[in-house]
């Protein structure tokens, strides 16, 4: 062999294990960019979650559900896909299980989903939705703050609030994620925005830790659930029973 030829051979060898090191290193940080993304929604591979479906709230019928809620949960879908888990929908009031066993994402406010009123009462006492004098959308209020929707004919197009909240009751259980909008815009928003900020939220509020965050959706007639911003970190608030909240024997 010459040493042209040996020089040929030897440069191929070294870009194929150089190619080969560069997919590997690649393939690593994918695994672990999606593991991050399994610990932070307790989403093992082949592990199962349920998505509780809240029902529409001006509809005559208990099964309907709302347009902007069905995009919800087909994002959510796609994000439990991805993990390479499977998803169980079940209605809000069919739900007989506790939290940690499963990852459980909860759509919908109080009033249209039975389970986030259990979830308000029993791991957020210092939320309320109170019904606005003369509306039909209640106010979101967390300790001492409300949060008024404004509705889309105001100047401006209005805006509507969500709360979005990771529970996490004892170290070790897998979560359960809150969505509850004052409309069904707004649970979309709220779940396009936990989709897309998962990995902020996992390094601000670290991957096993609870969060409780009012987001504002500004605009919802022009810009649908896109246009989103962090109106308030309540967490401290929302974990704290508010004075408004009387407290059980």
Known sequence: MTDNVLNVVLGLVASAISAGLGWLAQAL???????????FFGLPAGGECLIVVNRHASAPSS???????????????????ECGARAELVAHDEVRQGLGDKGEFCIGGPSSNERTAAHLASWLPGVEYVPAPGGHVPVLTVGSAEFRHEDETEPGGGHSFALLARLHPTAGDRPTFLVAGQ???????????????????????????????????????????????????????????SARTPATA
């Not at 815009?185 to 998962?198: D, E, G, Q």
């Open 29 to 39: 940080r994918r695994r672990r960019r999606v593991e991050r993304v399994r610990a």
């Open 63 to 81: 099964r309907s559900v709302a347009r902007n809620d069905v995009y919800a949960l087909m994002e959510l879908a796609a994000l439990v896909k």
């Open 183 to 241: 409309t069904a815009v707004s649970n979309h928003a709220a779940v396009r925005h936990l989709v897309a900020n998962h990995r902020k939220l996992a390094r601000r509020h670290t991957e096993d830790g609870s969060f409780v965050l009012v987001l504002k959706v500004v605009n919802p007639k022009a810009y649908g659930p896109d246009v989103v911003e962090v109106a308030a970190d309540v967490t401290a608030d929302a974990l704290r029973r």
